[in-house]
Each structure stands twice: as structure tokens, then as C-alpha cells.
């Protein structure tokens, strides 16, 4: 090959190869691009999609929300509202199909009818008078504003879709609570929304959104729990269920629907994408289609004033048909840029050509040290002579390269072990941080649950079980004493509520004297404890009661050097109701009457020489204060300076028969039972604790760390149990047990909640959630084993 052909094909490479590479980044980067740009604007279309469905549904909440405060729906007479009601029907521009006003028994009346003999009342057969009336208690919508509304709040709600009773047709409900003027839910107006308006609202959203798509685009509208409101097959609608042409009717005699759920799809991809509608999350996913055999993207969006979602399937050859368009534009200007290069080469070659020899020349030069060119070739040739010149400069540079590379590397490694150093210090001060903040209830737990377990060990001596017994009841209540300032805040906000049990008072003067006596012993000081029925039980929160007797008590200890402590509990009974009159009387310092006054405020101390001489952060008596009243009583104090103190507090309580006291099945012997526990806890320390608890049972343990890996244990082995922590990494525990109870083989397998969390809320999301039983932490080993007992016996 002529050195002329030669240089046009290096001329020819080097000026394609980094158009190619250009060509190749811009082609990859500009797919990418529009890709992302395609799906953006997808997801934006679908989010103005659920935006229509919002705007209508916040007005139509309004609008209910207005009917509620009138002074006519809110005097609950039908008779005197009906005209009202109507007239606000014909208003409302074909938005609602009738307006429902419910009772707080459950019954109703709506502006389509009703039986004249019952005022107006729907009844079953409206036409007779003493027809059986109609009952909306199962209606979600009754349940929400009047049913579970156990705080009188004014809650507006969106139902979910459902048959009428009265009318038989598709409909959903937009209801809010009614409250009389002493703010007492009375009962609810609801207007009907009939199906029409939803297709209405779903051909606007079409119209004015989903047009813009082209053609193979679905678009389905799920409920608040998951139930088809629209879906491009019609079958799997909310309709009523029909065998052999005639309705199916339940035991009342009102016919059955039929409600399909997204989160119960047959394809687990569907399924957890409908997981995360009903949770309320808006995204996009890409899916197969089995049945064209192609990929597709589904967008969904929460549309937030109704709890409702809706999504949108596109197939990809839909999204992306532009970016096909872009490849073949880019292809096009690559040809022409390659017809244009290959010219500009040939021009190049033929002007080169002549200063070869000249460059030749030049190489000697490079060889004396100009190291900025770089020459590889091979042959006989000038290029050739050329190379031989290349060779001698490249070994000398190698040499001192070789040199440089050293340094480099030398460097390099010190730069990394300083690097490492300093990571290894930024990882050890965020773990020191990451410790120092971690929650205190952790260890506590740990030696709670271990001194339970000591406490059902064999063979320990008197002396030793009752050192046992101390440290439990003292790390039950250090626990309760590391929440007093919380329970400050808590009290303050209406947060913290009273936990009701049964106890004696004479349990409850056991655990009181097991956290003061050695306090009482080390100063030499008597603690005299009298009631007027030690074996008397109550109902009340025996926690609550037992932190308010130790604040009192130990402030006697601690402002007094010698003489006695007096408890007295006496009892005043009144029909059903039990007053407990509690008294601490010490000879102590007492206190002074000036400052008797502020005696109760949080932080506060009699003087500051008092704060100096016995210590303590004031928040005693003011936290025993907020307790008292917490549970319904009052509390006083007396004293007189240099003499003592006297608290009074009483509570009113209720008077429990421990022969009628629940739970009495005899305990389950364990020793007998082959049973396997699963426990989700992604604590090491609980897992430890909970583990030996159940192997004291005779019970085999398996542990998973999470509800990801619970998932996949409970697919490879059978358990007749499940203890279920709340929060956990990747997958807590409520979401587990929803996916877990969508599946028809654990669908009776028992789920127990054991969880720090014990705010009513909680525990009503994990029973929502659908667990069967609930279990707070720190964990008592009796009471595990009776919910196990209890639970192993079905």
C-alpha cells in the first residue's frame, strides 16, 4: 500500500473515529434524554388527570361541608329539611343524584322518596307501614362520620363505591358528620353521587387529558382501598352479582356486589403497583404485557381529597415513537458527515504528502528532547525512518517515566492511607454519634426481658428471688422514669392517656416498696403503709398510680433525715363507683407557705438551698399533679416549716371482682406443644430476649430481619405463629402483614403486633393492618405466654 492510500486512510479514521464516538454519546445520551423527557411528560399528564378528579371532589366536599353547618340539617327533622335538600339538588347542576340523611341508629332518609308512615324513613317496602327500616351501620361512609367518631370532629368523607340500597345503581357518597350546638355528632348528610357523574368526570378527563395520548392508552380509577371505579374492562367494575339471570341476595334480602381490587391482580407486578395506589403514592413503572407480548409504562397518581388513584398504560412504542424519529435524523447527518469527511481526507492527503520527508527530518529533533510529538508507524519508508526515531526517544522517556510512575505511586499509596485514616475517623466519630443518640429503651429491654427470664429459672435461693424480683419491678420503672419528661409534654397536648387494668392494692403496695425500701433503709427511715382493704381490686392504671406513690413517697425520703413515712389508702364506695383516697405524710423540712403557691409548676423548688442541700429537677410533684387529674382526681398538699408535709390525692376508680376477671382459661402446657413461632424484629437485642422467652416454652424460633425477609421465609416453610414488630428497614410490619393477608394460604395464620409504640393509633394500624392480637414492649414473659397460650389453643 502506497504511502499516499495510506495517509487517506489515517486521515479518513482520525477524523470518523471521534465524529463515531460523538455520534454514538449524542445518540445514547439524546435516547436517554428524551426517554426521561417522555416520561415526565406522561406522569405530568396523568397528575393534571388526577388534578380534575381533586379540584371536583374539594368543591363537592365543600358543598357538604356547608350543608352540615346549617341550622336546619343540623335540627335533624327530615319533614322541616326534604324541600331544602331538593331545591339544593336542582342547584348543584346534576352533581348529586340525591342527598342521605343518616341517624345515629343507623337508619335513614334520602330526597328520593320514603315511607310516609315512618316520616319519610327508607324502609324496606316503603309502601307499607310497618316495613322493617333500612340501615346504612355497614356503609363505610356512616361508619367514618357517625359510627367511629367517637371525638365529635366535624370529618368530611368520600366513600367508597357501592350499590344503593335504595335505587340498586352505582354510586359513591360524600358525607360529613352533623353536630348539634353542643358540638355532639347527631348524625350525617351525605349527597349521592351516581355513576353517570363519574363517567362524566372520567369522559372530561379523557377529553381534556387523555386525548392527547394516541390510541392504545387505557385508564383505570381505583378507590381508596383498591376497588375498580373504572377500568377498560368493563367486567371488573364495581357491579351486582348475578347467577343464572337473577340477582344474588344476601341475608336481609339486599342484593350482593361484586368488588374487584387492583391489589388483587393475578400478575405480582399489577399487584404491587396497586399496593402502592392505595398507599397514596404517585410514579410509574414498566411492565410486560403477556397478551401483546411488548412492554408498557403504567403512571399513577393519588388523587388526595378522596383517598382515590388513578392510572394510565401507555405502550412503549407510544412513548418513545419520537425518539425513533431522533435515531433517524442522527443517522441521516452522520452519512452526510462521512460523505464530507471522506472528501476533505482525499484533499488532505494529496497537500500532506510532500512535507513527509520533511517531518522525517523533524523526528531527530523529538529525539533531543521535544517530547510533544508522538509518531507511531512501520515500514521501509520515510514513516518507516520515522519510527526508528520514535523508538530511540520512547525508551529514554520510558526510562525516566518509569522513574516518575514510582513517585506517582508512592504517593498515591501515602495519599490513599491518609485518606483511609481519615475516613476510618469521620466512620468511628458518626458511629460514636450514631450510639450516643440511639434509643435508651433498647438495653432496658434487654435487661428487662433477661431478669424475666432469671425470674422463671429454677433454683434460685429466697434471697435471690426476691433481688430478681427488685430488679424487675426497678427496670419496669426506670423505664417509666426515663418517659417523666416526656410525659410532661404528653400531658400538656392531651396525648397521653390512662392504660386501665386490674390489680389489688396490696400488689400495688408490693411493687411500690420494692423501688423505695432501700431508699427508705439507707436513711434510716420507717416507710408505715395502711389500707382499709389490702385484697380489694381495682380498675385503674396501676403504672400511673405507682409513679405517682413513688415521686410522693421518695420526696419524703429525701426531705426527711429521721422519723417514719405514712401511706394510708382508704376506699369510698358509691353505687358503682370507688374513690381512692391516698395520703403521704412525712416529718420532713416541710415547706413554706409563701411558696406552697407555686408548688406544683414544672422545675420548681421550695428555695434555692433546698435545690443545693437534696437536688432534684423540680418536675416530681408537677408531673404527680398532671397524672392525678389525668385519671380523674385532684390532689392537695399541707405543710407547716420545720415540721413536715402531708399530699393528699384521691381518683375514682372502679371496684373489680378478681373471680370475674378475664383470661381465666387454664394455661396452655407448653411442654406438650410442638409449635414454630416466626419473629420479625430487626433488633439484635430483642431478638435475643424474645428468642429465649419462646425457647423457655418449649416452642422452636426462627428470626427474620425484616418483613422482606419474613416474605420469603414464610414461602419456604410453614409457622403456626408470627410475632410482628412495626418498624423495620425495607419493609415494616405493617405493610408485610398486608401482603401477607392478601395471600389465601396464611389468610388464618396469626399475626401478633409486639411493638414499643402503644399510642391508639398504632395499635389500631396494625389490627387495620390485619394482625389478630397486640403486644407491647418491654415484653413480660407471663403475658407472652398467655397470648401464646391463647393463640396456640385455636
Given at each position: 500500500?502506497q504511502l499516499?492510500?495510506r495517509?487517506i486512510?489515517?486521515?479518513?479514521i482520525?477524523?470518523l ?19 426521561r ?12 388527570a ?5 379540584r ?5 366536599k365543600a ?5 352540615a353547618?346549617d ?20 342547584q348543584?347542576?346534576?352533581s348529586y343524584?340525591?342527598f ?9 332518609y ?8 315512618q316520616?319519610?324513613?327508607?324502609t324496606?317496602?316503603?309502601s ?10 355497614k356503609?363505610d361512609y ?10 365529635n ?9 357501592m ?5 340498586g ?8 358528620s ?7 355528632v347527631?348524625?350525617?348528610?351525605g ?8 363517567e362524566?368526570?372520567i ?8 386525548n392527547s ?6 385508564f ?6 383498591g ?11 364495581i ?13 336481609i334480602?339486599?342484593k ?8 388483587q ?5 399489577m399487584?404491587?403497583?396497586g ?6 403514592h ?25 383517598g ?10 407510544l ?21 464530507a ?14 512535507p ?12 533531543l528532547?521535544?517530547?510533544s ?6 515500514g ?7 519510527s526508528r526515531?520514535?523508538?530511540s ?26 485518606t483511609?485514616?481519615a ?14 443518640s ?6 432496658l ?8 427470664l ?5 433454683g ?8 430478681v ?18 410525659d ?8 397521653l392517656k390512662?392504660d386501665?387494668?386490674?390489680?389489688t ?12 425500701q432501700p ?11 395502711h ?7 381495682v ?5 400511673r ?10 420526696n419524703?425520703?429525701?426531705f426527711s433525715?429521721?422519723?417514719?413515712v ?19 405524710k ?19 423548688q ?16 408537677s408531673?404527680?399533679k ?11 398538699i399541707?405543710?407547716?416549716f ?17 373471680n ?7 394455661m396452655?402446657?407448653?411442654s406438650n ?5 416466626l419473629v ?16 423457655k ?9 425484616d418483613g ?5 421465609i ?13 418498624h ?7 405493610s ?7 395471600n ?8 401478633i403486633?409486639i411493638t ?14 390485619g ?24
Amino acid at each position: 500500500m502506497q504511502l499516499k492510500t495510506r495517509l487517506i486512510t489515517v486521515l479518513l479514521i482520525s477524523s470518523l473515529l471521534p465524529l463515531l464516538v460523538v455520534f454514538v454519546l449524542v445518540s445514547i445520551q439524546g435516547t436517554e434524554q428524551a426517554e426521561r423527557l417522555s416520561i415526565v411528560a406522561a406522569q405530568a399528564k396523568v397528575s393534571n388527570a388526577a388534578g380534575i378528579f381533586d379540584r371536583y371532589f374539594i368543591e363537592r366536599k365543600a358543598e357538604i361541608s356547608m350543608l352540615a353547618k346549617d341550622s336546619r340539617i343540623k335540627s335533624m327533622q327530615f319533614v322541616n329539611m326534604r324541600d331544602y335538600l331538593i331545591s339544593e339538588k336542582k342547584q348543584g347542576s346534576g352533581s348529586y343524584e340525591k342527598f342521605i340523611v343518616g341517624e345515629i341508629d343507623g337508619s335513614f332518609y334520602n330526597t328520593e322518596g320514603g315511607n310516609s308512615f315512618q316520616n319519610l324513613k327508607r324502609t324496606f317496602d316503603d309502601s307499607i307501614a310497618n316495613s322493617k327500616p333500612r340501615s346504612i351501620k355497614k356503609r363505610d361512609y356512616w361508619l367514618t362520620t357517625v359510627g367511629e367518631n367517637t371525638a365529635n370532629d366535624p370529618v368530611i368523607f368520600v366513600s367508597e363505591p357501592m350499590i344503593s340500597y335504595t335505587t340498586g345503581v352505582r354510586q359513591i357518597v360524600i358525607s360529613s358528620s352533623i353536630l348539634n350546638d353542643e358540638k355532639q355528632v347527631v348524625g350525617l348528610i351525605g349527597g349521592s353521587i351516581g355513576w353517570n357523574e363519574i363517567e362524566r368526570l372520567i369522559q372530561a378527563v379523557q377529553t381534556q387529558v387523555m386525548n392527547s395520548f394516541d390510541d392504545g392508552v387505557r385508564f383505570m380509577l381505583v378507590s381508596n382501598s383498591g376497588i375498580y371505579m373504572y377500568h377498560w374492562e368493563a367486567d371488573k367494575i364495581i357491579q351486582l352479582l348475578k347467577k343464572n339471570e337473577r340477582w344474588v341476595l344476601n341475608n336481609i334480602g339486599e342484593k350482593v356486589s361484586v368488588k374487584l381490587r387492583v391489589t388483587q391482580e393475578p400478575n405480582e407486578e399489577m399487584n404491587h403497583i396497586g399496593v402502592r395506589m392505595v398507599a397514596g403514592h404517585s410514579g410509574f413503572a414498566e411492565i410486560f404485557n403477556s397478551k401483546t407480548e411488548e412492554k408498557e409504562h403504567i403512571f399513577f397518581s393519588p388523587i388526595s381529597s378522596a383517598g382515590y388513584s388513578i392510572a394510565v398504560v401507555i405502550p412503549n412504542k407510544l412513548i418513545f415513537s419520537r425518539i425513533k424519529e431522533l435515531q433517524k435524523t442522527l443517522w441521516i447527518i452522520f452519512s452526510i458527515v462521512l460523505v464530507a469527511a471522506l472528501f476533505i481526507a482525499i484533499r488532505l492527503s494529496v497537500r500532506l504528502y510532500a512535507p513527509i520527508h520533511n517531518l522525517t527530518q523533524a523526528s531527530h529533533a523529538l529525539s533531543l528532547g521535544d517530547y510533544s510529538v508522538k509518531i507511531a508507524s512501520s515500514g521501509k519508508d520515510e514513516l518507516g525512518e520515522l519510527s526508528r526515531v520514535f523508538i530511540s526517544m520512547r525508551d529514554e522517556l520510558s526510562m525516566r517515566e518509569g522513574q516518575l510512575e514510582k513517585r506517582v505511586e508512592e504517593r498515591t499509596k501515602a495519599f490513599e492511607i491518609a485518606t483511609g485514616k481519615a475516613s476510618d475517623a469521620l466512620t468511628a466519630k458518626s458511629r460514636f454519634l450514631a450510639n450516643m443518640s440511639h434509643e435508651i429503651r433498647t438495653p432496658l429491654n434487654g435487661v428487662l426481658g433477661t431478669l424475666q427470664l432469671l425470674q422463671t429459672a429454677p433454683g434460685l435461693k429466697e434471697d435471690e428471688v426476691l433481688l430478681v424480683n427488685t430488679g424487675v419491678t426497678s427496670a419496669t420503672h426506670l423505664l417509666s422514669l426515663i418517659n417523666d419528661i416526656l410525659d410532661i409534654s404528653k400531658l400538656e397536648q392531651g396525648k397521653l392517656k390512662a392504660d386501665n387494668s386490674v390489680f389489688t392494692l396490696q400488689q400495688l403496695q408490693d411493687e411500690v416498696f420494692a423501688i423505695v425500701q432501700p431508699l427508705a433503709i439507707k436513711k434510716s427511715i420507717i416507710i408505715q403503709w395502711h389500707s382499709d382493704n389490702h385484697t380489694l381490686s381495682v380498675y385503674s392504671d396501676k403504672t400511673r398510680l405507682k409513679q405517682i406513690l413513688v415521686n410522693l413517697i421518695g420526696n419524703s425520703i429525701k426531705f426527711s433525715q429521721l422519723g417514719n413515712v405514712n401511706v394510708t389508702i382508704n376506699t369510698q364506695k358509691e353505687g358503682a363507683d370507688l374513690t381512692l383516697q391516698c395520703v403521704v405524710k412525712d416529718s420532713g423540712i416541710g415547706i413554706k407557705d409563701d411558696q406552697l403557691a407555686d408548688i406544683f409548676e414544672p422545675f420548681s423548688q421550695a428555695d434555692n438551698s433546698t435545690t443545693r442541700v437534696y437536688g432534684g429537677s423540680g418536675l416530681g410533684l408537677s408531673l404527680c399533679k398532671e397524672l392525678v387529674e389525668m385519671l380523674g382526681g385532684k390532689i392537695t398538699i399541707h405543710s407547716e416549716f420545720g415540721k413536715g408535709t402531708e399530699v393528699i390525692f384521691s381518683i375514682l376508680t372502679v371496684e373489680k371482682n378478681e373471680n370475674k376477671i378475664e383470661n381465666t382459661d387454664p394455661m396452655l402446657d407448653f411442654s406438650n406443644v410442638s409449635a414454630t413461632v416466626l419473629v420479625v424484629e430487626d433488633n439484635m437485642v430483642n431478638q435475643l430476649v424474645i428468642k429465649a422467652m419462646l425457647l423457655k416454652l418449649n416452642l422452636d424460633v426462627v428470626i427474620a430481619n425484616d418483613g422482606l425477609i419474613a416474605l420469603d421465609i414464610l414461602q419456604q416453610q410453614d409457622f403456626d405463629i408470627v410475632l410482628m414488630d412495626m418498624h423495620m428497614p425495607n419493609l415494616d410490619g405493617v405493610s408485610a402483614t398486608k401482603i401477607i393477608r392478601e395471600n389465601k394460604k396464611w389468610k388464618n395464620l396469626p399475626i401478633i403486633a409486639i411493638t414499643a409504640n402503644v399510642m391508639q393509633e398504632d395499635v389500631n394500624a396494625c389490627f387495620q393492618a390485619g394482625m389478630d392480637d397486640y403486644l407491647s414492649k418491654p415484653i413480660e414473659f407471663n403475658l407472652l405466654a398467655s397470648l401464646l397460650s391463647r393463640w396456640l389453643k385455636t
